[in-house]
């Protein structure tokens, strides 16, 4: 079975597909091998490496136009079959979708065909409606007014702020979890 995981989050620097240093670094204590990792975030190709340090308050503001341009027809038009083209080798596909990830994904409108192969790790989420996939996962910060607005009923949730997932001990053991959860039941 091929297998492969990724994230799908905002840009917080337009067009930058590059991963934080918090990504990587939490890519690097999962389970899975390094080699089963996009390297990069969506959609999936290269651009440039992520800026250390960033501003806050412009990242914020980014993936609040990131977030509000996916609900327009041409987001999907543009991304969805160049997305569906990267993931159509694997049988089995695991999203991690920090904030409004899940938002861009969900608008993505991708085959049902590719849905059925994709399992998501929500954390965080900023969504109008959980995915329509394999299996998901949603975990939330007790703190996290933010997701809280948008999700009322998650799967997990503990102490934790909206910018604090990737680190927080909880999420590395309940990804971890269900990653192995996944890797054994898909076809």
């Known amino acids: 079975m091929s297998f492969i995981a990724a994230y799908i989050t905002g840009h917080s620097v337009p067009g ?23 390297p990069h975030n969506f959609p999936y190709h290269a651009t440039f490496p992520f800026p250390d340090p960033f501003n806050l308050l412009s ?3 980014n993936n609040v136009l990131h977030y509000s341009r996916s609900r327009f027809a041409s987001f999907a038009k543009t991304h969805r079959g160049a997305v569906a083209q990267v993931f159509e080798e694997y049988d089995s596909i695991l999203l991690l979708a920090g904030s409004c990830g899940l938002e861009l994904f969900n608008n993505l409108d991708l085959p ?10 929500a954390y965080g989420p900023v ?14 910060g007790k703190h996290d007014w933010l997701s809280r607005f948008y999700h009322r009923r998650v799967d997990h949730r503990y102490a934790c702020p909206h910018m604090g997932y990737l680190l927080a001990p909880e999420t590395l053991r309940l990804f971890n979890e269900y ?3 996944v890797s054994t039941t898909a076809p």
């Open 112 to 121: 049902a065909e590719l849905r059925r192969r994709t399992h998501v790790f």
């Open 179 to 181: 990653y192995h959860r």
């Open 127 to 140: 969504s109008r409606r959980p995915p329509d996939v394999a299996s998901h996962l949603i975990v939330q």
């Open 16 to 38: 930058c597909t590059g991963l934080s240093r918090e990504q990587v670094d939490f890519q690097q204590r999962t389970d899975i091998p390094a080699e089963q990792w996009l």
């Open 59 to 61: 990242a914020s503001w």
